[in-house]
């Protein structure tokens, strides 16, 4: 055992016989180190890129409205206005920004739930049943991937507004629930993870096809459901267009239509003169996206896995 | 009876909230309204809408920002998966985390932070530079830029997850024949992610055919022409104009050119890996965040 005890130029020595040039091996690890400062250095540069908005905009939430257009990007102000701008946000036509962070959060969970559940039924319909239509519903399912989502956000306007779901919190979720790629998604992990025996077994014991889905299956797919579940709330916290088409009214707004709302202001002078509109947006934009943020940093395990089997296995 | 019981609600839900929508856009863009009033005409629609230069100009102007903008992030995507993936590269997951952050910030908050960058009450450094990329030259490449930052990491993850399922042997053997880390990116890692790239670069490709986010929120900071891209052009069409059934004929319309594209990428694609059955090796490979 005494070999692995000893350095690599002197295991290297013993097996071969050769002896390394000393002068020449530091030339070598000084060619390594150049590399690898030269390489870090570029990523250091490229990160820097990817992290400037998020850096600036940390910054601007400290300032007030004047010293955002006279003061420099990266330069702090001499007073905090952070909480200040929070206030603001917090008092601004009594407090619907927080109206919109509520509702923002009302439809990430329920999607998120709901799609878990609906889709993970459809899936297992798909996997686990021999019936007539199966493949020709799978493929429906397939080709409507194939389909942009802004495509039929007008259409559904108009369907919606003949059944009065216009401006309705249920007229945001539903359609948002209907997700191809959930049944696609599920359909392909039932198949490949639960198995059949496992089916047979709990039949056999007399469990009843709903009891074996929400006892058997249901615990057995959990991963692919905590990936989904992930997916489709981010998904639709970021869902602008969607929401854009269906609300009239703001109290039921996201936070991205929320806040498009403010920007629009910009444009005209009357709220532009009465509002600090800049530290508005900018406050309210950094806490929208705080919690993606936050959540991306804690679960980018499953959001990775999620990213990657649902776009490269398609 | 079962199956049909466990897929009842989302078949009642993908009917009334996506197929419904759908059938309803292609029978309402045969009619016109006149004075609330619908008149059936036919395909009068869509031959209007061929001879719609606007329509056409926004299809072009995604086109070609499809190109732009699918080369440039790809092109940044490889860099980063290729440099994270090299023995030279430290604090790799840290690097990854940052260069994957963007991806976590909606888009409209992205084309937000980046506005304010790019305008001039917010950012005095352009004073300065007197250059200003909201102008009407160089608004394109500042949307090329938003996007580019918001999806360049998005795959990067999709092509680090397909090195990764390549076996360490390959690399030995590579090495063992004399190749430095370079030639290794060259000519094992790149030919290995081919299958990935072209993947990315039709979905990206797609993507950018329905741009609406960036565009429509920097009309707050700069005038942006109502036709600067399809979707725009619908939204304006069905919101601003009110004219519904011709905005569901555009709909439609960028719909079936839309799947038509995908349709010939992936067919020419399978061709294209049946040719080099090899390839593809590391594409379902589980990945490492």
Redesign the interface.
Known sequence: MAQHTGSATAQMRERTGVVLPQANYRAVRAKTVATQSVVTLILFILAFYFMLPIIWILIASTKNAKELSSTGIFSLPSHLHFFENVRLLTTYQHGVYWMWFLNSAIYAVAVAVLTCIVSSMAGYALAKYDFRGRNGIFLLVIASLMIPGTVTAIPLFIVEKAFNLVDTYTGVIFPLIASPFGVYFLRIYIQDVVPNDLLDAARVDGASAARTFWSVVFPVIRPALVTLFLISMVGTWNNFFLPLVLLNNQDLYPLPVGIESLMSLINTPEAAMTVPLYPLIITGSLISIAPMIIGFILFRRQIVTGLTQGSVKL | M??????A???L??V???L???I??VY?SFFVRRMGVLYFVGFQNYITAIQDHQFWVSIVRVFFYGVVQGVIMIA?AL??AL??D?K????KSL?R??????????????S???G??YSK?????LHNLKFNPLSSGFLLYAIVNIAT?EW???NM??YI??LTGVSTELYEAAKLDGCDEWQLARFIKLPLLKP?IV?TCI?SF?GS??L??EP??L???TPISPDFTP?IY??NM??SMTN?PY??TL??F??LI??LI?VIALTVNRLWRRRTPTAGAG???????
């Open positions: 079962q199956p049909w019981t466990f897929l609600p989302f078949l839900l993908f009334a909230f996506l419904v929508p759908l309803y856009a309402i940044l860099l980063l440099l994270l090299t030279w590269a430290k604090f690097f985390l940052m260069f994957l952050l963007p991806y976590a910030v909606p888009g409209v908050f992205a937000i932070l980046w304010f960058l009450s917010m950012n005095p450094l930052w360049a990491g998005y993850i999709l997850a397909s990935t993947m979905l797609i055919m329905q609406f986010n429509f929120l009309t707050a900071l979707n619908i939204y069905a919101f519904l905005a569901a709909s439609v960028l719909a839309t799947i995908s594409a379902s490979a589980a990945p490492a965040a």
